[in-house]
Structures are given as structure tokens and as C-alpha cells.
């Protein structure tokens, strides 16, 4: 079955940067879209960031766009998420997911939390002020 792996989170102040990684295994990495979502206790999963299979498109939330920059590594069956200028509203969960279905165009839909069904088990960043 599928199976994906973060790493990376932890502690950092406000400012700083930090790297994650999904590794995935179990499927065929390069046919699906990829994306982050994050969790705040008490409140409703967000969106993040979200790639193309081939790691040539990219969608982002309104909140991180240019400061967080999503990629993949087909190779190594990994996805990135490089996260700089972190401010204490990024503290959260941190999950990869990959998409429903494979084969598919990016398009606005991988923003919807439903349209994933393989999740990690998260990666926690702390953000100090």
C-alpha cells in the first residue's frame, strides 16, 4: 500500500527557514500530483502547496506564496517543501498527501483536501516569535 513519510519539522524563530520531505513508496511516484496541506489544533485542514507529476507546476496558497516553494525529485520518489520567512501563523502540522487519482493535470481541485485519499502521519513546525 501506499505509504508517505515527512521529515524535517521542528523548532524555529520567526524568520528562519526549514526544508520538508515526503518520502512516498508503494505507488508509481511520477504519476501522481503531490501536494501539502497543515493542521492547527481546532481548526480545519489547510492547503499549502500542490505539483504537477513531472514537478513542472506548481499551486500555492494565498498565505505562503513566496515565501514556500514546493518540488519533487521522481528519482527519489520524494516531494519537498522549502518554507523561508516563517512566521508564527506557519506553526502546524505539516502533511503530504498524494492525489486520488493518477495520471492527472494539476489544476485548482488538488486544493480540496478530499480530492487526496494517502496521507502521512505529519511533521510539526514550530514557529517562534
Known amino acids: 500500500q501506499v505509504q508517505l513519510v515527512e521529515s524535517g519539522g521542528g523548532l524555529v524563530q520567526a524568520g528562519g527557514s526549514l526544508r520538508l520531505s515526503c518520502s512516498a513508496s508503494?505507488?508509481?511516484?511520477?504519476?501522481?500530483?503531490m501536494g501539502w496541506f497543515r493542521r492547527v489544533p481546532g481548526k480545519e485542514r489547510e492547503f499549502v502547496a500542490a505539483?504537477?507529476?513531472?514537478?513542472?507546476?506548481?499551486r500555492y496558497a494565498n498565505s505562503v506564496q513566496g515565501r514556500f516553494t514546493i518540488s519533487r525529485d521522481n528519482a527519489k520518489n520524494t516531494m519537498y517543501l522549502q518554507m523561508n520567512s516563517l512566521t508564527p501563523e506557519d506553526t502546524a502540522v505539516y502533511s503530504c498527501?498524494?492525489?486520488?487519482?493518477?495520471?492527472?493535470?494539476?489544476?485548482?481541485?488538488?486544493?480540496?483536501?478530499?480530492?487526496?485519499?494517502?496521507w502521512g502521519q505529519g511533521t510539526q513546525v514550530t514557529v517562534s516569535s
Open positions: 508503494g505507488l508509481t511516484f511520477s504519476s501522481y500530483v
Open positions: 498527501a498524494v492525489d486520488r487519482f493518477g495520471g492527472f493535470v494539476l489544476s485548482n481541485r488538488h486544493e480540496r483536501s478530499d480530492e487526496y485519499d494517502s
Open positions: 505539483i504537477s507529476r513531472r514537478g513542472s507546476s506548481m
